[in-house]
């Protein structure tokens, strides 16, 4: 589940405010780019969870700074225990039709949710800044979505597989954002 929550900066409580929809946002984002093709067909692009944050505030609209609010996954919504992580950076790859991601995550809170499983959390106390490199959490999607359109702008349902089966030039080209190389 994707989620929009407010930041208090004296007190550092998060809030729920609201699902969201990540696919709609970074499928605009991918459509509004200069489409310049590399040699495989494909487009490498990126935006940082700074610039994602406004867009999905100004799709949902939502006032307010865009450093009030964080762009949160919860990576465990239909478990009691709750696994919350901000949205810090998106790489993409996109060919005409489909786009493999990798998304760059910071751990916001690991807790029990008071509600029970596949309820949000309601609030919850910033423990440690995010922004550490030896802390951050990568995950690999992809979009049913590229350059040209797509099927849906969507992935696959949440929690099922939703594998993005990487050619060596995407793999190479989203490892490399992180500093990994292909090995000759």
């Given at each position: 589940m994707f989620a929009l929550y407010s930041v208090d900066e004296t007190s550092r409580e998060c809030?729920?405010?609201?699902?969201?929809?990540?696919?709609?946002?970074?499928t605009d984002y991918l459509t509004q780019q200069p489409?310049?093709?590399?040699?495989?067909?494909?487009?490498?692009?990126e935006?940082?969870?700074?610039?994602?944050?406004r867009l999905v505030l100004d799709?949902?609209?939502?006032?307010?700074?865009?450093?009030?609010?964080?762009?949160v996954i919860d990576a465990t919504?239909?478990?009691?225990?709750?696994?919350?992580?901000?949205?810090?950076?998106?790489?993409?790859?996109?060919?005409?039709?489909?786009?493999?991601l990798l998304l760059r995550l910071c751990t916001l809170c690991d807790e029990d949710r008071p509600n029970g499983p596949a309820t949000p959390?309601?609030?919850?106390?910033?423990?440690?800044?995010?922004?550490?490199?030896?802390?951050?959490?990568?995950?690999?999607?992809?979009?049913q979505w590229g350059y040209q359109g797509g099927t849906q702008r969507n992935w696959g349902r949440m929690g099922y597989t939703n594998a993005a089966l990487l050619w060596p030039p995407a793999l190479?080209?989203?490892?490399?954002?992180?500093?990994?190389?292909r090995a000759a």
């Open positions: 809030r729920f405010l609201r699902t969201i929809s990540l696919a709609r946002p970074l489409q310049m093709p590399d040699q495989n067909r494909s487009v490498p692009w935006i940082s969870g700074a610039d994602l944050r799709q949902a609209q939502v006032g307010g700074e865009p450093t009030s609010y964080k762009v919504y239909g478990r009691r225990d709750a696994t919350l992580f901000e949205l810090c950076h998106v790489w993409g790859y996109s060919n005409p039709k489909w786009t493999p959390l309601e609030r919850f106390q910033l423990s440690t800044d995010c922004g550490d490199p030896d802390e951050f959490v990568h995950e690999f999607l992809y979009l190479e080209h989203l490892l490399g954002k992180i500093g990994f190389s």
